[in-house]
């Protein structure tokens, strides 16, 4: 296939369809209104293209800081229909951090956010409970369910920007994952890749499966080098197509993000993993975005030149990283050599369910058939 000539905004009513919110009950939460206006990533666009902006919220849980690692303390808060979010899910269950950090998971779709306001239209993530009437988008298209969200049980919020205004938040993005602290009653961190390195490593103590290390030292260079232009060119970069309003931009991401693609290829035919003979967090990165691409990305954001499923190695790398139990992902715990289809591999449970649970979100996803 080709690159798409579109008219770029049109995906836009579309875009609530793929995301997920979560509801809640509990207690009742008191919001400040001194934030700055709301806004969502579909508005970051300079001159066409689509330029993310860095994430508010940059605090580190480390021994001897004010976020000390103390199990039933942090909270995390993500939605399924979320790479970003789900990478922080993945660390949490690969560590088995299961008992010590609470999770809720919101809805899968946007939803207005200030529903009594007229004047205010900002769309996003949703607390409900799994007992909850389905949900229609914010655009009016559809029905889904609420089965698999998490109540927060922590603040009382009914959205995540409830917990940002609590934290005094001033940049108006409300997005996932957030690390909450019940100590302090704020935000620690809202940076997935901040998150899934404090998961790896911060709470190892705490931890039932200390001995994995995502994010090894003498491959740390390798991995920096990797997770480097896997963002910049297939986890953002699906994004800079999507989010694109104009042709040029759209067209550039494109063609790097299945440059990079066919770059994976090649290296996944070569070896299991992307750095070293083991798992790290740079598969854990790349991941959560080939599970969700032919069921999401393809349709709603036009990268249809190819399928992942049509890459050979990809698709191996795919279906062996959804089903193989956590111990295989441990060096010397059911780990071996060879291509992604030779069989074994690691697990990624970032549901936190057994296998993988993608599929009940993208459809029953055929990649993993």
Same mark, same amino acid.
């Given at each position: 296939?080709?690159?798409?000539?579109?008219?770029?905004?049109?995906? &836009? *009513?579309?875009?609530? =369809?793929? !995301? %997920?919110?979560?509801?809640?009950?509990?207690?009742?939460?008191?919001?400040?209104? $001194?934030?700055?206006?709301?806004?969502?990533?579909?508005?970051?666009?300079?001159?066409?293209?689509?330029?993310?902006?860095?994430?508010?919220?940059?605090?580190?849980?480390?021994?001897?800081?004010?976020?000390?690692?103390?199990?039933?303390?942090?909270?995390?808060?993500?939605?399924?229909?979320?790479?970003?979010?789900? &990478? *922080?899910?993945?660390? =949490?269950? !690969? %560590?088995?951090?299961?008992?010590?950090?609470?999770?809720?998971?919101?809805?899968? $779709?946007?939803?207005?956010?200030?529903?009594?306001?007229?004047?205010?239209?900002?769309?996003?993530?949703?607390?409900?409970?799994?007992?909850?009437?389905?949900?229609?988008?914010?655009?009016?298209?559809?029905?889904?369910?609420?089965?698999?969200?998490?109540?927060?049980?922590?603040?009382?919020?009914?959205?995540?920007?409830?917990?940002?205004?609590?934290?005094?938040?001033?940049?108006?993005?409300?997005?996932?994952?957030?690390?909450?602290?019940?100590?302090?009653?704020?935000?620690?961190?809202?940076?997935?890749?901040?998150?899934?390195?404090?998961?790896?490593?911060?709470?190892?103590?705490?931890?039932?499966?200390?001995?994995?290390?995502?994010?090894?030292?003498?491959?740390?260079?390798?991995?920096?080098?990797?997770?480097?232009?896997?963002?910049?060119?297939?986890?953002?970069?699906?994004?800079?197509?999507?989010?694109?309003?104009?042709?040029?931009?759209?067209?550039?991401?494109?063609?790097?993000?299945?440059?990079?693609?066919?770059?994976?290829?090649?290296?996944?035919?070569?070896?299991?993993?992307?750095?070293?003979?083991?798992?790290?967090?740079?598969?854990?990165?790349?991941?959560?975005?080939?599970?969700?691409?032919?069921?999401?990305?393809?349709?709603?954001?036009?990268?249809?030149?190819?399928?992942?499923?049509?890459?050979?190695?990809?698709?191996?790398?795919?279906?062996?990283?959804?089903?193989?139990?956590?111990?295989?992902?441990?060096?010397?715990?059911?780990?071996?050599?060879?291509?992604?289809?030779?069989?074994?591999?690691?697990?990624?449970?970032?549901?936190?369910?057994?296998?993988?649970?993608?599929?009940?979100?993208?459809?029953?996803?055929?990649?993993?058939?």
């Amino acid at each position: 296939m080709q690159t798409t000539r579109f008219p770029v905004r049109t995906f &836009r *009513a579309c875009l609530p =369809l793929i !995301l %997920k919110s979560t509801p809640s009950r509990p207690r009742k939460l008191t919001v400040s209104a $001194t934030m700055g206006p709301a806004r969502t990533a579909v508005e970051e666009v300079d001159k066409g293209a689509f330029v993310r902006t860095a994430a508010g919220f940059r605090n580190q849980v480390a021994p001897g800081t004010q976020f000390e690692p103390e199990a039933g303390r942090y909270h995390l808060y993500i939605s399924y229909a979320c790479p970003w979010a789900c &990478r *922080a899910l993945a660390a =949490l269950h !690969l %560590k088995g951090l299961q008992d010590v950090i609470g999770v809720s998971v919101t809805h899968p $779709t946007w939803q207005r956010t200030r529903p009594d306001s007229p004047d205010d239209k900002h769309t996003g993530w949703a607390f409900v409970s799994p007992d909850d009437p389905p949900l229609t988008s914010s655009t009016s298209h559809g029905s889904f369910s609420c089965a698999d969200c998490v109540p927060d049980t922590v603040n009382g919020a009914r959205f995540v920007r409830d917990l940002y205004d609590k934290a005094h938040d001033t940049t108006g993005k409300y997005s996932v994952p957030v690390l909450w602290d019940k100590k302090n009653n704020t935000i620690v961190n809202n940076e997935s890749s901040d998150i899934l390195r404090m998961f790896n490593s911060s709470f190892n103590k705490l931890a039932q499966n200390p001995g994995l290390d995502l994010y090894p030292e003498p491959l740390r260079s390798k991995i920096d080098e990797v997770n480097e232009w896997v963002y910049n060119a297939i986890n953002n970069g699906v994004y800079r197509c999507g989010f694109a309003t104009q042709q040029e931009p759209y067209e550039q991401a494109f063609k790097e993000l299945f440059a990079a693609l066919d770059r994976c290829e090649e290296m996944l035919g070569r070896s299991r993993y992307l750095v070293g003979s083991s798992l790290t967090e740079a598969d854990v990165r790349l991941f959560m975005t080939l599970i969700r691409f032919d069921h999401v990305y393809v349709v709603y954001f036009k990268t249809n030149r190819n399928f992942i499923h049509e890459f050979p190695n990809l698709k191996g790398y795919v279906q062996v990283s959804s089903r193989v139990p956590p111990a295989a992902a441990v060096p010397g715990r059911g780990g071996s050599a060879g291509g992604p289809a030779a069989g074994g591999g690691v697990a990624l449970p970032h549901t936190g369910l057994e296998g993988c649970a993608v599929g009940r979100l993208c459809a029953r996803a055929t990649i993993c058939k």
